[in-house]
Structures are given as structure tokens and as C-alpha cells.
């Protein structure tokens, strides 16, 4: 069964930085990118960063490019979300998703829609 959990969620300062965690059972890499969305209060839930299955291709909304890092442990089945220079606009829950690609080379898009959800990561961050 497939399965995503996130982790790392936490009450951070302006200005400072966490790391979420995302990690995965069920399916292999190979066959699926893996994204990262997030819902503020009060707002739709945006899709902030896409991996394609190889690693070759990872995208970012303008929204978090420059302070956010995508990054992958095949060996702990776990995709991270490093934050830094976090701002109050960054508060949300921190969601990580999966969809199946066609291929192993398939270039995500943040426009994609993903069929398998995680039950998201609160991340506060105060002024």
C-alpha cells in the first residue's frame, strides 16, 4: 500500500530554518515524482516544488525559489524539504505528494495534480 508521511513541522522564528521530511512506503521512486504543497490559512493549497523520478528535474514556486532546497535519501525513502529564511507567509501545513509518471526522465510541472497525499506537517512561523 502506498504510503506518504511527513514530519518536521514545528514553531519557528522569522528568519530561521527547518527541514521537513517526507518519507515514503509502498511504491519506488522510479516510477513517481514527488511534490511538495502547502496550504496557508484562510488560502488554497500551492504546489511549491516538484521532483521527477530521476532527480534530474526539481522545480520551484517563485513563491519559495532561492530559500527552499528539495533534496533525497533513496536509502531512507525519505525526500526533505529544506526551508530557510522562513517568513510569517511560509505558516501552513506542509504537505508532500506522489503521482505515477510515465517514465523515469518525466519533467514535473508544478501544474500536475498527484493522486497520493500525506496528512501534512504544521509549520508556524512567528514574528
Known amino acids: 500500500q502506498l504510503r506518504l508521511v511527513e514530519s518536521g513541522g514545528d514553531l519557528v522564528q522569522t528568519g530561521g530554518s527547518l527541514r521537513l521530511s517526507c518519507t515514503k512506503s509502498g511504491f519506488s521512486f522510479d516510477n513517481y515524482a514527488i511534490a511538495w504543497f502547502r496550504q496557508a490559512p484562510g488560502k488554497e493549497r500551492e504546489a511549491i516544488s516538484c521532483m521527477s523520478p530521476s532527480d534530474s528535474r526539481i522545480a520551484y514556486a517563485d513563491s519559495v525559489k532561492g530559500r527552499f532546497t528539495v533534496s533525497r535519501d533513496k536509502g531512507k525513502e525519505t525526500v526533505y524539504l529544506q526551508m530557510k529564511n522562513l517568513n510569517a507567509e511560509d505558516t501552513g501545513i506542509y504537505y508532500c505528494?506522489?503521482?505515477?509518471?510515465?517514465?523515469?526522465?518525466?519533467?514535473?510541472?508544478?501544474?500536475?495534480?498527484?493522486?497520493?497525499w500525506g496528512g501534512g506537517t504544521q509549520v508556524t512561523v512567528s514574528s
Open positions: 505528494a506522489a503521482r505515477r509518471t510515465p517514465n523515469y526522465y518525466y519533467y514535473c510541472s508544478l501544474r500536475d495534480s498527484y493522486d497520493y
